[in-house]
């Protein structure tokens, strides 16, 4: 049997992942907030910073769950659960609106990269939830998957932040727009 939920042995994960999410989710707003019409003005990147947001808050917020001393494997994975389910919700939303610009991703490579990383993200959340759902019943892999998807969605927001201001920053007539 493995056990699903041992937050003794995962301690220090969810503590450096929980601060690095906070962190990041910061930049990112401020980053958001001083190219605000860029951002929202364009449906490619106000998907990405959409995702970029939700995912760290989640990561945050499941990091939080997981160090309440309190809670059991009922507790945990319920609300581990609730929020992966309210993260895979918002994503699959985001994704219906943005699904003209990603039926594009043969000829556009903007929007191949935009459809190649939210089926990434869309697939790790997945395995998440699966993780969380695991927690509640006390058997399997539980918070090896839960972070296991941390760490997928944790390199996704960096590198979409990234892409997300260099491609702010370079908004020019010559730079194909996913409008």
């Given at each position: 049997?493995?056990?699903?939920?041992?937050?003794?042995?995962?301690?220090?994960?969810?503590?450096?992942?929980?601060?690095?999410?906070?962190?990041?989710?910061?930049?990112?707003?401020?980053?958001?907030?001083?190219?605000?019409?860029?951002?929202?003005?364009?449906?490619?990147?106000?998907?990405?910073?959409?995702?970029?947001?939700?995912?760290?808050?989640?990561?945050?917020?499941?990091?939080?769950?997981?160090?309440?001393?309190?809670?059991?494997?009922?507790?945990?994975?319920?609300?581990?659960?609730?929020?992966?389910?309210?993260?895979?919700?918002?994503?699959?939303?985001?994704?219906?609106?943005?699904?003209?610009?990603?039926?594009?991703?043969?000829?556009?490579?903007?929007?191949?990269?935009?459809?190649?990383?939210?089926?990434?993200?869309?697939?790790?959340?997945?395995?998440g939830?699966?993780?969380?759902?695991?927690?509640?019943?006390?058997?399997?892999?539980?918070?090896s998957?839960?972070?296991?998807?941390m760490?997928?969605?944790?390199?996704?927001?960096?590198?979409?932040?990234?892409?997300?201001?260099?491609?702010?920053?370079?908004?020019?007539?010559?730079?194909?727009?996913?409008?």
């Open positions: 049997m493995i056990d699903a939920y041992r937050p003794d042995i995962w301690h220090d994960f969810f503590v450096v992942t929980g601060g690095a999410a906070a962190a990041l989710a910061g930049l990112v707003f401020v980053a958001v907030t001083l190219h605000l019409s860029a951002v929202t003005g364009h449906i490619g990147h106000r998907h990405r910073a959409r995702t970029i947001v939700a995912s760290l808050g989640q990561i945050l917020i499941a990091s939080l769950i997981v160090l309440v001393p309190t809670l059991d494997h009922v507790g945990a994975g319920v609300a581990l659960a609730i929020v992966a389910g309210a993260l895979l919700y918002e994503t699959l939303k985001s994704t219906v609106q943005i699904a003209p610009v990603l039926r594009r991703w043969r000829g556009d490579p903007v929007a191949r990269t935009i459809a190649i990383r939210t089926t990434v993200g869309d697939l790790s959340m997945l395995m939830f699966g993780g969380a759902i695991g927690v509640v019943a006390g058997y399997g892999p539980g918070l998957l839960i972070g296991a998807d760490i997928v969605r944790f390199g996704l927001a960096i590198a979409g932040a990234w892409l997300l201001i260099v491609a702010v920053g370079d908004e020019s007539p010559g730079v194909p727009t996913l409008r």
